[in-house]
């Protein structure tokens, strides 16, 4: 387990929901990763992540998939591209990353409480 933290710190952490536009291969990555393209509503509007997420996922079938991501982390590059929000996910038993979502369909750019 993580070390602990207050409340006040998660506040902190800005999650929301939004919906794949796009998505495609990065071959340039240095493990295999698929780039998307998300819409969190007219307040954040759309934004860009890499996610190693190829075990479960195939380009194609991702736009329109709803997914939860932190969206207040700084940009990072990752190689030639720049990540503006943190997808989330879990690992299943064998390493292989599962894409949180929300099991009904809500508005881009909801908040979790």
């Given at each position: 387990m993580a070390e602990p933290i207050d409340f006040d710190d998660f506040l902190k952490v800005d999650i929301r929901t939004g919906t794949i536009l796009r998505a495609e291969p990065y071959p340039e990555a240095r493990k295999p990763a698929i780039k998307m393209w998300i819409d969190f509503g007219p307040e954040l509007?759309?934004?860009k992540?890499?996610?190693?997420?190829?075990a479960h996922y195939d380009p194609e079938t991702l736009p329109g998939k709803q997914v939860i991501?932190?969206?207040?982390?700084p940009p990072r590059q990752i190689g030639k591209f720049m990540s503006e929000c943190l997808v989330l996910g879990v690992s299943d038993e064998n390493g292989g990353i599962v894409l949180l979502s929300p099991d009904h369909p809500v508005s881009n750019?909801?908040?979790m409480h």
């Open positions: 509007g759309e934004k992540s890499s996610a190693q997420i190829t991501a932190v969206v207040n982390f750019g909801s908040r």
